[in-house]
């Protein structure tokens, strides 16, 4: 953060304290409850929306959430800037520094890519996502865990599919909730990297909760939340042609829920149904992924009014 300016970047959700976590989620339950509506933080603020991938809900939920804030906004496509002509990371991050208050990215490149973006103290940074880590879509996840449940604190959680960037989040937000329980069921050779497990797995204990990973499905334990994502995680490709066939158990379905007693089902979305979950899973009743999905504009609300200092 930028002492001069009060604008906080965020790359990592090993970048927020507790204090900020907790109040990122608490803020965005209290916009998804309609608790803030007259907000308008980002009056005269201007907002710049780089998405190098494909985007629905995290591009509309920033851009309607600047908006919504009394923010303008200026959309950049993966071919509008002169980093396709060669103009470095840095250049550009200080040339739009100069013009904008934040930039929301999506890369699916490094978290280095972002870091370098942030490398400046007069833009805030917001990493939409990167090949390492979805932290915004973490957010919006323990949003709607706050607001179903009143609590993320001792909620036991069963993540099964591939370990991508929205797990690695996932990973290290629950791990700082205090009880949480986060049982990680990859396929072999898809797993969620230690670079994150490892020192989950001991925040987790630090505060009596419990991070573990295996990969398979047998046993599964008894859990408040079953959550899944696609197989094909945007911007990025299998060199095993057969790699759908190792997912294949890992697909959630009605047995998957039974095995607790009254679990709820998340996911990030887009579903593909029938692969990673069953149509009936996905539209049945238990299902919060489409709250999940509202609440990523909620949870945006809270990001950029914090980035720029505009809630205390």
């Not at 950049?76 to 200080?94: C, H, I, K, S």
Request: charge should be negative.
């Amino acid at each position: 953060m930028s002492a001069a300016t009060g604008r906080r970047h965020l790359i990592s959700i090993d970048d927020l304290t507790d204090a900020e976590l907790y109040e990122l989620v608490r803020r965005g339950a209290e916009f998804a409850a309609g608790k803030a509506e007259d907000a308008r933080p980002l009056h005269d603020r201007v907002v710049g929306i780089l998405f190098r991938r494909t985007s629905t809900r995290t591009r509309t939920a920033f851009s309607a959430g600047a908006l919504r804030l009394g923010g303008r906004i200026i959309g950049y496509g993966p071919d509008d800037l002169q980093e396709n002509t060669g103009e470095t990371v840095e250049d550009t991050a200080r040339v739009l520094s100069g013009m904008l208050d934040v930039l929301v990215a999506r890369t699916s490149g490094p978290e280095a890519e972002m870091r370098a973006m942030a490398d400046q103290r007069r833009m805030a940074v917001i990493n939409a996502m990167s090949a390492e880590e979805h932290p915004t879509q973490a957010l919006a996840d323990l949003t709607t865990l706050q607001g179903h449940f009143g609590r993320v604190d001792g909620l036991r959680v069963l993540y099964a599919g591939e370990g991508n960037n929205t797990a690695s989040a996932l990973t290290l937000a629950l791990s700082r909730y205090p009880g949480t329980e986060l049982h990680l069921r990859t396929p072999p050779g898809y797993g969620v990297h230690p670079r994150y497990v490892e020192p989950a797995t001991a925040e987790a204990a630090r505060r009596g909760g419990r991070v573990e990973q295996r990969h398979d499905m047998a046993d599964l334990p008894e859990v408040d939340v079953v959550y899944t994502t696609r197989w094909q995680t945007t911007g990025t490709s299998k060199p095993d042609p057969d790699w759908r066939s190792v997912f294949e158990p890992f697909r959630v379905d009605d047995a998957v829920l039974a095995a607790s007693r009254a679990p709820v089902f998340l996911h990030d979305l887009p579903a593909h149904r029938g692969e990673e979950v069953t149509a009936e899973v996905l539209d049945g009743p238990r299902s919060l992924a489409f709250r999940q999905a509202e609440n990523k504009y909620h949870s945006a609300r809270a990001v950029l009014e914090w980035c720029t200092g505009g809630n205390g």
